[in-house]
Nanobody, 115 residues
Framework: QVQLVESGGGLVQAGGSLRLSCAASRSIFRIDAMGWYRQAPGKQRELVATITRDGKTNYADSVKGRFTISRDNAKNTEYLQMSSLKPEDTAVYYC?????????WGQGTQVTVSS
């Protein structure tokens, strides 16, 4: 199991920005995709953004134009730049990597957006 360490969460006012980072504990031969998910209290975990090995990105409609997913393959790290944050973005954010037939999840980082 590859460990994913997340950082960058916190408390921010509506309209503010945060950048989340997710770093793998070791080098992985091939990462097929990276992504970010979030889960609010009482809600199901939902997809936020993904990026494939060839750089193709996809975003949930609710974050398009505000969030940007990126990766640094040399560092086995993915990022989520979040701008124009809204209270409804409040959730625990989880990163995920897919490699071969395996998946690894981060421990989650809390993002709280106040009005």
């Amino acid at each position: 199991q590859v460990q994913l360490v997340e950082s960058g969460g916190g408390l921010v006012q509506a309209g503010g920005s945060l950048r989340l980072s997710c770093a793998a504990s070791r080098s992985i031969f091939r990462i097929d995709a990276m992504g970010w998910y979030r889960q609010a209290p009482g809600k199901q975990r939902e997809l936020v953004a993904t990026i494939t090995r060839d750089g193709k990105t996809n975003y949930a409609d609710s974050v398009k134009g505000r969030f940007t997913i990126s990766r640094d393959n040399a560092k086995n790290t993915e990022y989520l730049q979040m701008s124009s944050l809204k209270p409804e973005d409040t959730a625990v954010y989880y990163c995920k990597i897919e490699y071969g037939t395996l998946n690894s999840w981060g421990q989650g980082t809390q993002v709280t957006v106040s009005s």
